[in-house]
């Protein structure tokens, strides 16, 4: 499948919708070796003059591993069709089974970092900050995520390129 690149001001979308009802792959690795999971929380907006996406991954994540040790990640989101194969990505570790084997998804090895061929619209995020979730700063109403103390890390990525599906 073809992609083109476009730039992030011509995108027009509900980030709510988007990110939180319609989910997203949160992707890190290259050929060599990878691993991917589904998200549904997430931010979109500009810090220090970039455009940016922030992803919350749990500490226990196999993904992390990858996204930590790379310099990019991919943000990808998919059409309703594929709505099974990510709930088998957030239900299951690439520590376990073969993701892409599993689901049907096909690999695509871009500007170093990986992603999907079926995905809609893939950003390709530089990380440029990230930082272990304090519990104790939370408000109180929302430390119950955290009650088995597996604690997301803040990823946020300078959004470098955005391809969509031609």
């Known amino acids: 499948m073809a992609f083109k690149e476009i730039k992030a001001s ?3 979308f509900n980030p709510f919708d988007k990110i939180g009802k319609q989910w997203m792959l949160i992707t890190a690795g290259d050929e060599k070796g990878y ?3 589904t998200a549904s929380w997430g931010f979109m907006g500009v810090m220090w003059g970039k455009n940016v996406m922030e992803t919350v991954i749990r500490q226990s994540r196999y993904t992390l591993e990858f ?3 790379n310099e990019l990640f991919t943000v990808s989101f998919y059409s309703e069709e594929q ?3 990510l709930k088998f990505c957030g239900a299951h570790s690439g520590r376990d089974c073969d993701k892409a ?3 049907g998804l096909t690999p695509l ?3 170093g970092t990986a992603a999907f061929e079926e995905a809609e619209m893939i950003f390709i995020c530089k990380k440029i900050y990230t930082q272990d ?5 939370l408000a109180e109403e929302h430390r119950h995520w955290y009650a088995d103390g597996d604690v997301h ?3 946020m990525g300078e959004i470098v390129k955005v391809l969509v599906k031609e």
């Not at 979730?133 to 700063?137: G, I, P, R, T």
Request: hydrophobic letters at 40%; charged letters at 35%.
């Open 10 to 12: 011509e995108l027009n």
């Open 35 to 37: 691993n991917t999971m």
């Open 67 to 69: 996204v930590e040790k």
């Open 83 to 85: 709505k099974n194969a």
């Open 101 to 103: 084997k599993e689901t």
């Open 109 to 111: 090895f871009i500007d």
């Open 133 to 137: 979730m304090d519990v104790n700063a």
């Open 153 to 155: 890390k803040a990823v």
